[in-house]
T-cell receptor, first 112, second 114 residues
Framework: GDSVTQMEGPVTLSEEAFLTINCTYT??????LFWYVQYPGEGLQLLLK?????DKGSNKGFEATYRKETTSFHLEKGSVQVSDSAVYFC???????????FGKGTRLSVIA | EPEVTQTPSHQVTQMGQEVILRCVPI?????FYWYRQILGQKVEFLVS????????KSEIFDDQFSVERPDGSNFTLKIRSTKLEDSAMYFC????????????FGEGSRLTVL
């Protein structure tokens, strides 16, 4: 079945450091890919998405590119802030009606 | 901004007891979901609900689980006889009438079964 694998956390970075959180997937079809973020005390919220190969999703300085050849959707940010501290979830959806499939989540802590 | 609200935020119960987790969806959303996350594990799909019936469910969603929308607003998850392994964070999520893949999640209900 469909699955998502993302790098184990926690990840601890200093402010302004470069962030990469790796995510790879397996899917039977041609999925849409997502990154969700969960800030402390809040629910998961959509950060960005990409629906086809080579699409780049971006939001709040975060980016991820849909790489079909490597089945990856790595999350990157050039300069993290303390306010980016959260848990980040990679997810896929194989078609419009199927449930989202999530990875385990990666906890990011950014220190000043 | 509209949001999904869940109650209770934390519930502690004895094994074998019934638990009801409640969710108030965003008002114009038509698709509803329950997910759960056991500590340190993946966020797992439990069930999806549309047009007052279950549209899909996972293997986890066995006969001990049920969902309903009793009054047209609340969306509830019931666990009839809780087991230790039901201890998890349970997330409600809703989606608007155009399936975009953007689910709006509540803050979660933490269930601890003793």
């Amino acid at each position: 079945g469909d699955s998502v694998t993302q790098m184990e956390g926690p990840v601890t970075l200093s402010e302004e450091a470069f962030l990469t959180i790796n995510c790879t997937y397996t899917a039977t079809g041609y999925p849409s890919l997502f990154w969700y973020v969960q800030y402390p005390g809040e629910g998961l919220q959509l950060l960005l998405k990409a629906t086809k190969a080579d699409d780049k999703g971006s939001n709040k300085g975060f980016e991820a590119t849909y790489r079909k050849e490597t089945t990856s959707f790595h999350l990157e940010k050039g300069s993290v802030q303390v306010s980016d501290s959260a848990v980040y979830f990679c997810a896929l959806r194989d078609s419009g009606n199927t449930p989202l499939v999530f990875g385990k989540g990666t906890r990011l802590s950014v220190i000043a | 901004e509209p949001e999904v609200t869940q109650t209770p935020s934390h519930q502690v119960t004895q094994m074998g007891q019934e638990v009801i987790l409640r969710c108030v969806p965003i008002s114009n959303h038509l698709y509803f979901y329950w997910y759960r996350q056991i500590l340190g594990q993946k966020v797992e799909f439990l069930v999806s609900f549309y047009n007052n019936e279950i549209s899909e469910k996972s293997e986890i969603f066995d006969d001990q689980f049920s969902v309903e929308r009793p009054d047209g607003s609340n969306f509830t998850l019931k666990i009839r006889s809780t087991k230790l392994e039901d201890s998890a964070m349970y997330f409600c999520a809703t989606e608007d009438r155009v399936i975009t893949g953007e689910l709006f999640f509540g803050e979660g209900s933490r269930l601890t079964v003793l």
